[in-house]
């Protein structure tokens, strides 16, 4: 499993951006996703995650109404729609794949990370 997190870039506040999760080895078909952020100086938090099967949805109380989780439909990307992005959510964003688990909420929790996206929020 080879985990690629693309889309991240500089964002006005109050904007939109969405990030992309993909396997370059195959698909992501039977894998719990989960999306974390760690901002500069802090621990690497959790956003959103789906179980394997998409029957749980996770969000954290921060994100929730503004940020959704999904998978395309051939399951080869999962995605993180973030609206009215503010400053204090710059960080790097990171996505986790466990084969066969449910929506995780810590780390510990999956076996698979990539590289990360840079989101920066700008005034």
């Known amino acids: 499993v080879q985990l690629v997190e693309s889309g991240g870039g500089l964002v006005q506040a109050g904007n939109s951006l969405t990030l992309s999760c993909t396997n370059s080895?195959?698909?992501?078909?039977?894998?719990?996703v989960g999306w974390f952020r760690q901002a500069p100086g802090k621990d690497r938090a959790i956003v959103a995650a789906?179980?394997?099967?998409?029957?749980?949805?996770y969000y954290a109380d921060s994100v929730k109404g503004r940020f959704t989780i999904s998978r395309d439909d051939d399951k080869t990307t999962v995605f993180l729609q973030m609206t009215s992005l503010t400053r204090e959510e710059t960080a790097g964003y990171y996505c986790?794949?466990?084969?066969?688990?449910?929506?995780?909420?810590?780390?510990?929790?999956?076996?698979?990370w990539g590289q990360g996206t840079q989101v920066t929020g700008s005034s």
């Open positions: 080895e195959r698909t992501l078909t039977g894998y719990a």
């Open positions: 986790e794949a466990r084969p066969w688990a449910g929506a995780g909420t810590v780390e510990s929790e999956y076996d698979y």
């Open positions: 789906t179980s394997w099967a998409d029957e749980r949805i």
